[in-house]
Nanobody, 114 residues
């Protein structure tokens, strides 16, 4: 089992920045990929960014110029730096860990006002 706890969500104005954190615990040795997803009201959950165990990253086209995913292996934590936030970035942001199984956190809310 892997437990994921997200934090860092907040209400900000357009143009602002946030750093989200996802702390992992449990059987993290089984995890190959860590990712951030988001779900806006009335919309499907979508990939924002992910990072593999060897450090490779990929990003959704809609955010790739404004978002950076990183990890601190010593802290078993993955971060998502969000810059130049827009109202359309408003969503619940979820952390996902993938290995043999997939695990999800409970999410953290980001609200961006114009």
């Amino acid at each position: 089992q892997v437990q994921l706890v997200e934090s860092g969500g907040d209400s900000v104005q357009a143009g602002g920045s946030l750093r989200l954190s996802c702390a992992a615990s449990g059987s993290i040795f089984s995890i190959n990929v860590m990712g951030w997803y988001r779900q806006a009201p009335g919309k499907q959950r979508e990939l924002v960014a992910r990072i593999t165990s060897d450090g490779s990253t990929n990003y959704a086209d809609s955010v790739k110029d404004r978002v950076t995913i990183s990890r601190d292996s010593a802290k078993d934590t993955v971060y998502l730096q969000l810059n130049s936030l827009k109202p359309e970035d408003t969503a619940v942001y979820y952390c996902r860990a993938q290995g043999v199984r997939s695990y999800w956190g409970k999410g953290t809310l980001v609200t961006v006002s114009s």
